[in-house]
């Protein structure tokens, strides 16, 4: 019940609470605290003695009702003290608090925040391998942001394409994703990503939607943009191999 009183203590119960609850599209209460705020509290709580008994007791120990925050905070005090954690304990505790996401944002934040992922590669990819073809929307999702975040390197970027070509897709937060991916894909390495595109592999809403964030970044040059626009599915089914 401390860490709830603290966090309502820094939330902001004004427009940005209502503001935030929609962007980040939970179902679960949002007190309002923002990003800044909740990442400075979870820098100071894992420096607290008590933050052993914290990461071990889980999500909400107290029996009270989660709240968006709650799992927010986790899994930045989590990531913060993974370096002197064990790997194996630092993903079952993960694992644990991945079923607990509901939010797209519980995904992109916490997943990116584990940099210790970077020194166990092989590791932590057989480990999330499992969540590829979960029923989960946001367990796949998981799998696709480990691949964005840790696997883009030159060593890793092939095997990252074929694993996203084989992510099923159809809901909306994985396509988002894969989209995603691929397109900072297409930023780390457009020759070995463009034949994906060439010849599609995605649904039509992914394969478009990875186009579109592409023609947004400044490190696609305005000739592979015109490119990568002349791939775009306009009409039609896709002949694609849904996977």
Same mark, same amino acid.
């Given at each position: 019940?401390?860490?709830?009183?603290?966090?309502?203590?820094?939330?902001?119960?004004?427009?940005?609470?209502?503001?935030?609850?929609?962007?980040?599209?939970?179902?679960?209460?949002?007190?309002?605290?923002?990003?800044?705020?909740?990442?400075?509290?979870?820098?100071?709580?894992?420096?607290?003695? %008590?933050?052993?008994?914290?990461?071990? +007791?889980?999500?909400? !120990?107290?029996?009270?009702? /989660? $709240?968006?925050?709650?799992? *927010?905070?986790?899994?930045?005090?989590?990531?913060?003290?993974?370096?002197?954690?064990?790997?194996?304990?630092?993903?079952?505790?993960?694992?644990?608090?991945?079923?607990?996401?509901?939010?797209?944002?519980?995904?992109?934040?916490?997943?990116?925040?584990?940099?210790?992922?970077?020194?166990?590669?092989?590791?932590?990819?057989?480990?999330?391998?499992?969540?590829?073809?979960?029923?989960?929307?946001?367990?796949?999702?998981?799998?696709?942001?480990?691949?964005?975040?840790?696997?883009?390197?030159?060593?890793?970027?092939?095997?990252?394409?074929?694993?996203?070509?084989?992510?099923?897709? %159809?809901?909306?937060?994985?396509?988002? +994703?894969?989209?995603? !991916?691929?397109?900072?894909? /297409? $930023?780390?390495?457009?020759? *070995?990503?463009?034949?994906?595109?060439?010849?599609?592999?995605?649904?039509?809403?992914?394969?478009?939607?990875?186009?579109?964030?592409?023609?947004?970044?400044?490190?696609?040059?305005?000739?592979?943009?015109?490119?990568?626009?002349?791939?775009?599915?306009?009409?039609?089914?896709?002949?694609?191999?849904?996977?």
């Amino acid at each position: 019940m401390e860490i709830f009183e603290r966090l309502n203590q820094i939330a902001d119960t004004g427009e940005y609470r209502e503001f935030n609850k929609r962007i980040v599209a939970t179902g679960y209460e949002v007190l309002g605290v923002r990003m800044p705020d909740l990442r400075k509290f979870a820098r100071q709580l894992a420096r607290e003695d %008590g933050v052993h008994e914290y990461l071990e +007791a889980g999500v909400v !120990a107290s029996g009270r009702e /989660l $709240v968006y925050e709650d799992v *927010m905070l986790y899994g930045l005090v989590l990531a913060a003290r993974s370096k002197k954690m064990a790997l194996e304990d630092v993903l079952e505790k993960l694992d644990a608090l991945i079923e607990k996401f509901d939010s797209w944002a519980h995904v992109d934040v916490i997943i990116s925040e584990f940099k210790i992922f970077a020194k166990y590669r092989e590791e932590v990819f057989r480990h999330f391998l499992q969540l590829k073809t979960h029923a989960g929307e946001f367990h796949k999702r998981t799998f696709v942001i480990v691949l964005m975040d840790y696997f883009m390197t030159p060593e890793h970027i092939e095997r990252t394409l074929e694993e996203l070509a084989g992510v099923p897709q %159809g809901q909306y937060y994985v396509d988002m +994703a894969i989209a995603w !991916a691929l397109s900072v894909a /297409l $930023v780390k390495n457009y020759e *070995m990503t463009l034949p994906l595109l060439q010849t599609p592999v995605f649904t039509k809403f992914v394969h478009n939607k990875a186009i579109q964030k592409a023609r947004e970044s400044y490190r696609i040059s305005p000739e592979q943009k015109e490119f990568l626009t002349s791939l775009s599915i306009t009409s039609g089914k896709c002949a694609c191999s849904k996977a």
